[in-house]
């Protein structure tokens, strides 16, 4: 059983930049695909980001490559989300959930997958104001 808490959420204005932070406890070690996950206002929760702790590789959506990055500690216990040049419709409760994934199952499969269980964490509200 793994336990997330997020945090460093805000309320920030157009282009500002914000840094979520998501901290893992229990049985962690085995997990190696990790991403970012948020849900905006009448929407579906989406993936945003992730990372493969195993090799490091990372990966973003389009509406947010360029802006955002994922990142994780040495520890493997912390993930972070630095969030710059935010937008509006950035808006949303981001949520952060890692598996241990095996086989022929790519990180965006499991992304896919992972974002329709009902199992998460309290979040942490992110605000974008024009």
């Known amino acids: 059983q793994v336990h997330f808490v997020e945090s460093g959420g805000g309320s920030v204005q157009t282009g500002g930049s914000l840094s979520l932070s998501c901290v893992a406890s229990?049985?962690?070690?085995?997990?190696?695909?990790w991403a970012w996950f948020r849900q905006g206002p009448g929407k579906e929760k989406e993936g945003v980001a992730t990372?493969?702790?195993?090799?490091?590789?990372?990966s973003s959506i389009n509406n947010v490559a360029g802006r955002f990055t994922i990142s994780q500690n040495s520890a493997k216990n912390t993930l972070y989300l630095q969030m710059n040049s935010l937008k509006p419709e950035d808006s949303a409760v981001y949520y952060c959930?890692?598996?241990?994934?095996?086989?022929?199952?790519?990180?965006?499969?499991?992304?896919?997958?992972?974002?329709?269980?009902?199992?998460w964490g309290q979040g942490t509200q992110v605000t974008v104001s024009s």
């Open positions: 229990g049985s962690f070690a085995k997990k190696n695909y």
């Open positions: 990372i493969d702790s195993s090799t490091g590789s990372t």
């Open positions: 959930a890692a598996d241990e994934v095996v086989g022929d199952v790519s990180i965006e499969q499991w992304m896919a997958g992972r974002s329709v269980e009902p199992d």
